[in-house]
């Protein structure tokens, strides 16, 4: 995306103003989770994890109808500017996703 | 009557009439207006001040406007303490929804993120746009995701008119668009939805046959 050179700066203003209310460390992992919804396809979604995350056909297919089913599930993990990065991956795929520490 | 996606030499095919063609250019549009107007009501609210900067590039050209509010907003996150307003718009904030369950946070994130999410969806709809142009609707494989996410952010915005907020709702949708009569425009934006559900289900069908498998289950992204 447009902003690769920005998000290091946008990294270094997050974890800063995190900092003080919730001691939030730059190495602490992340997780990406996304949420069930009526509206995307569950062909689409597949296609959304097997192409994003090179998740395996089976795994994808997993991760889907774990969404379907559980209402959600976490589909990668990393620190915080890859769980920033791949939600806004997710919600430019039209995915409700949100990012949360693990 | 259309054909759906189907594989092609070097991509994807589906043979539309040209009202069809039309009507989903016109529905990428509507859509790029809702997102332009947030783009606005964002810039403006988050106190950006670089109107009276007196940059020469204002109102020169379409381009370079849209680039330079582009990294003024992104700049107006950066060292605002303000948070974005949300969305008013249902669709809008269906399209820019929030990043996190913590509400302070999402704050944060959306101040960071929007408009980088916002203008790459533009990117994706005046793509398609572009590729609705030519008959029958060639989509290279390099194109397709775009193409893709521009057609599934279309169906977000009919689904969140027609209030599809549960799968009982979404079931109660398709079968409006099967009676097949001349209705409403509510029964209008219901065969439309349905429409467009089969036409995104048969390119992304005819794209998953193309992912490549990648090494075993668990290993994920390794090189």
Redesign the interface.
């Known amino acids: 995306m447009s902003t690769a050179a920005g998000s290091t700066l946008t990294q270094e203003q997050t974890e800063f103003a995190t900092e003080s209310s919730e001691q939030a460390r730059p190495d602490r992992p992340y997780c990406v989770v996304v949420w069930n919804d009526p509206v995307n396809l569950m062909s689409y979604v597949s296609w959304v994890f097997r192409s994003h995350f090179g998740h395996s056909k089976r795994r994808a297919h997993e991760l889907m109808m774990q969404v379907h089913e559980q209402g959600r599930a976490v589909v990668s993990e990393g620190d915080r500017e890859q769980a920033e990065r791949d939600v806004t991956a997710m919600h430019r795929y039209g995915l409700q996703s949100t990012l949360e520490e693990s | 009557m259309a054909t759906a996606f189907r594989a092609a030499s070097s991509g994807y095919r589906a043979d539309l009439q040209k009202h069809e063609r039309r009507l989903l250019s016109s529905l990428c549009g509507d859509v790029t207006e809702l997102l332009t107007r947030r783009g606005r009501e964002a810039s403006r609210d988050s106190g950006d001040g670089t109107e009276d900067s007196g940059r020469p590039s204002r109102g020169s050209g379409g381009e370079a406007d849209a680039l330079f509010a582009?990294f003024s907003a992104?700049l107006a996150g950066?060292d605002s303490e303000e948070p974005l307003p949300l969305p008013s718009d249902p669709v809008v904030r269906r399209?820019?929804?929030?990043?996190?369950?913590d509400p302070?946070?999402?704050d944060?994130?959306r101040r960071?993120?929007e408009s980088?999410?916002r203008?790459?969806?533009l990117a994706?709809l005046r793509g398609a746009r572009m590729m609705l142009e030519t008959s029958p609707v060639t989509i290279p494989e390099s194109g397709a995701?775009a193409f893709?996410?521009a057609l599934?952010?279309v169906?977000?915005t009919l689904?969140t008119r027609l209030e599809?907020?549960?799968?009982e709702?979404?079931a109660q949708v398709h079968r409006r668009a099967g009676t097949g009569r001349v209705g409403d425009s509510e029964q209008f934006m219901a065969e439309i939805y349905t429409f467009i559900?089969w036409l995104?289900?048969s390119l992304?069908?005819a794209?998953?046959e193309y992912?490549p498998?990648?090494?075993?289950?668990?290993e994920?992204?390794d090189t």
């Open positions: 582009h992104e950066l399209l820019l929804p929030d990043a996190s369950e302070e946070e999402a944060q994130l960071l993120t980088s999410l203008e790459s969806q994706d995701a893709g996410r599934n952010t169906r977000l689904a599809i907020d549960s799968d709702a979404a559900t995104q289900e992304f069908e794209m998953l992912v498998e990648h090494g075993t289950e668990e994920g992204s």
